[in-house]
């Protein structure tokens, strides 16, 4: 065990079934904004019953069937199983999964030796705490992994699935319906013990071609990633195409976090305040691309990237 009292059972690479093809997907300016910021990180915790909550059971019964459906559900959103690459000869940065190229997600199976109920429970407890249930996202000079998965087992209480996401493939929306979609197959591989059919409504679309850009935000946004690089790192100089994530990790000394639970009412609330700011954003009637770029300045600077985000994507052709 380590300092977290976490130990690690096995790493596995999970890939889509066989036959799948190589694809590519490019990045659109939405996605080019975030391409080297740190990813997202989720923590989802399940209680087991107590004939499922002893650690055999678990490692021969749980994880065999989280695995399964998990390679099914890379079926559908191919991209997730692959890597961001940016060769000399693009001149953008692009997803690729190649299964003849080692391509596929990161899962830990681990186990903890903590309280579960201390681990979830609301009140405030050590930032370091929770982050030993995250996994590692990788990323190197020339590509960026976009997803990884961490299972940990609690035993005789529960498991944890972290999952650690690339913020310039991944969003709360779609990383959402990726996991709706692999509980929904692991669910029917319980039920029925077969290969079970996605879906239609939790089938992700990556159609790039609806998001039109006309005025080269994709180009700029680039070539503003390679200038912030030459300065901020000098001796990087010559590799501006680096993809590895940025060296700035977050606060876990000394901080804290807690869970709060909203209510109906503080939903409609949230709500309410967000209608209001959308209000004043159609307020500036932005006509071009050039006030467009002018509101995401303001926007970012008022730390209202993801209310602009969605504005944009709602006017865009």
Same mark, same amino acid.
């Given at each position: 065990?380590? @300092?977290?009292?976490?130990?690690?059972?096995?790493?596995?690479?999970?890939?889509?079934?066989?036959?799948?093809? =190589?694809?590519? =997907?490019?990045?659109?300016?939405? $996605?080019?904004?975030?391409?080297?910021?740190?990813?997202?990180?989720?923590?989802?915790?399940?209680?087991?019953?107590?004939?499922?909550?002893?650690?055999?059971?678990? #490692?021969?019964?749980?994880?065999?069937?989280?695995?399964? @459906?998990?390679?099914?559900?890379?079926?559908?959103?191919?991209?997730? *199983? &692959?890597?961001?690459?940016?060769?000399?000869?693009?001149?953008? !940065?692009?997803?690729?999964?190649?299964?003849?190229?080692?391509?596929?997600?990161?899962? %830990?199976? *681990?186990?903890?030796?903590?309280?579960?109920?201390?681990?979830?429970?609301?009140?405030?407890?050590?930032?370091?705490? @929770?982050?030993?249930?995250?996994?590692?996202?990788?990323?190197?000079?020339?590509?960026?992994?976009?997803?990884?998965?961490?299972?940990?087992? #609690? !035993?005789?209480? &529960?498991?944890?699935? &972290?999952?650690? =996401?690339?913020?310039?493939?991944?969003?709360?929306? @779609?990383?959402?319906?990726?996991?709706?979609?692999?509980? #929904?197959?692991?669910?029917?591989?319980?039920?029925?013990?077969?290969? !079970?059919?996605?879906? !239609?409504?939790?089938?992700?679309?990556?159609?790039?071609?609806?998001?039109? $850009?006309?005025?080269?935000?994709?180009?700029?946004? =680039?070539?503003?990633?390679?200038?912030?690089?030459?300065?901020?790192?000098?001796?990087?100089? &010559?590799?501006?195409?680096?993809?590895?994530?940025?060296?700035?990790?977050?606060?876990?000394?000394? #901080?804290?976090?807690?869970?709060?639970?909203?209510?109906?009412?503080? %939903?409609?609330?949230?709500?309410?305040?967000?209608?209001?700011?959308?209000?004043?954003?159609?307020?500036?009637?932005?006509?071009?691309?050039?006030?467009?770029?002018?509101?995401?300045?303001?926007?970012?600077?008022?730390?209202?990237?993801?209310?602009?985000?969605?504005?944009?994507?709602?006017? %865009?052709?």
């Amino acid at each position: 065990m380590d @300092s977290n009292n976490i130990k690690i059972h096995q790493h596995f690479k999970v890939i889509p079934p066989p036959s799948t093809q =190589t694809s590519t =997907t490019p990045l659109t300016f939405f $996605d080019i904004y975030w391409l080297r910021f740190h990813p997202v990180e989720r923590i989802f915790f399940y209680t087991l019953p107590n004939s499922q909550s002893h650690s055999s059971f678990f #490692y021969q019964n749980i994880v065999p069937k989280l695995k399964t @459906s998990l390679s099914l559900t890379l079926q559908h959103f191919l991209p997730l *199983a &692959g890597k961001i690459i940016w060769p000399s000869d693009s001149p953008k !940065p692009f997803i690729q999964f190649n299964p003849n190229d080692d391509d596929g997600v990161s899962l %830990l199976i *681990a186990e903890s030796d903590l309280d579960f109920n201390h681990v979830i429970e609301n009140s405030p407890h050590e930032t370091s705490l @929770s982050h030993s249930f995250v996994p590692h996202l990788e990323s190197t000079d020339s590509f960026a992994s976009i997803i990884s998965f961490q299972i940990t087992l #609690y !035993p005789k209480s &529960g498991f944890s699935i &972290g999952i650690s =996401t690339h913020h310039a493939v991944l969003d709360g929306k @779609s990383s959402t319906m990726f996991l709706k979609a692999w509980a #929904y197959l692991c669910n029917k591989i319980i039920e029925t013990e077969e290969s !079970p059919i996605l879906l !239609p409504k939790l089938e992700p679309s990556f159609d790039r071609e609806i998001i039109k $850009d006309q005025n080269g935000l994709g180009d700029t946004f =680039t070539s503003n990633w390679m200038e912030i690089v030459a300065k901020m790192f000098p001796n990087e100089k &010559g590799n501006e195409r680096c993809l590895k994530i940025l060296p700035f990790q977050p606060k876990l000394d000394d #901080y804290v976090r807690a869970t709060f639970e909203l209510t109906r009412e503080n %939903l409609n609330k949230i709500k309410q305040r967000v209608l209001s700011m959308l209000d004043n954003i159609f307020a500036l009637d932005c006509k071009d691309c050039g006030r467009i770029k002018a509101l995401i300045a303001v926007n970012l600077k008022c730390g209202r990237w993801d209310i602009c985000e969605a504005f944009l994507l709602g006017i %865009l052709d």
